[in-house]
């Protein structure tokens, strides 16, 4: 029963494939890739021959696998067959997992862009502090309620804009966070699976590299490789303004960013956090005297 699901399943996975390279071959002109029209074509698009030689792939192999039939495709043939159709990387991703192969890798670092509608929402969680990471954890945007409760990251030069470093380098921050240790290694151990898609990176080094000298602490734990994904948590943190800081946090991601991570403080319920936090704003908003 379980074999005649899979073989079902991949049936209907191998129909998807071919419908997907159907459509994506018809909307590319030959003009596009720089073939000429011709007179006798009498179907939008590419032919599957043209398709063939721009990929790099046999006519009938790539025949056969718009076909959907059940033929192991190389991953070089399908990096072909993505050039050949100008797919996006999404649609490449899609590509790949249809043809039973693993997608390729994102490329590294592409340009983070927080979108105007994504700021506004920032501003508008009020009480609540939140900010907006990219890939190597560098702080892109925050709030004021952000500023307020860890301090205000507009004053920090522009290499100290990294949660990593902040957390290690900071010393304000060290000063108010309750528990400081056990949060600064939850961090790293956090940080290490970004780091392990990028091993070789040159900005990883440097970063790595200049904590290492910079902070024992960092120099000590980095050795122990230990490995958290990002998850929901509690802070504690000691305010010289207010006092006590009860927060709970909640990380999610950018849907048409993925690299962007969003992450919020919600203050706890029970506590009298939100009162502190209306405090705390109402300060930092009265102008200097």
Known sequence: MERQQRAMDKKKRLKELSSFLKTRRARISP?????????????????????????????????????????????????????????????????????????????????????????????QFGLNPAYITGQRWDLLAWN????????????LPLREQNILWFVFMNENLRQILVDWETHARLVLAQFRINFSRSVGDPWFTELINALEVASPEFRLWWKEHDILGRTDGQKEIDHPLVGR????????????????????YLPLPESDTALKLQRLLTIHSQPAS
Not at 78 to 88: C, P, Q, S, W
Not at 245 to 264: G, I, R, T
């Open 144 to 155: 004021q309620a952000a500023c307020s409760v860890f301090g205000d990251f507009n004053l």
């Open 31 to 123: 003009r596009q890739v720089g073939l000429t029209e011709g007179i006798r074509r009498r179907t939008p698009g590419l032919r599957r021959e043209e398709v063939s030689q721009l990929a790099g792939v046999g006519v009938t192999w790539y025949t056969w696998i718009e076909q959907g039939r059940d033929v192991q495709v190389s991953v070089q043939v399908l990096e072909g067959i993505a050039r050949a159709l100008k797919l996006n990387w999404d649609e490449q991703k899609h590509l790949f997992l249809l043809a039973d192969q693993s997608p390729p890798i994102d490329p590294i670092y592409p340009q983070e862009i927080v979108s105007p509608l994504l700021l506004q929402a920032l501003n």
């Open 245 to 264: 800081l009860v927060l709970n946090y909640v990380v999610f991601k950018v849907a048409d960013s993925p690299n962007l991570e969003v992450v919020m």
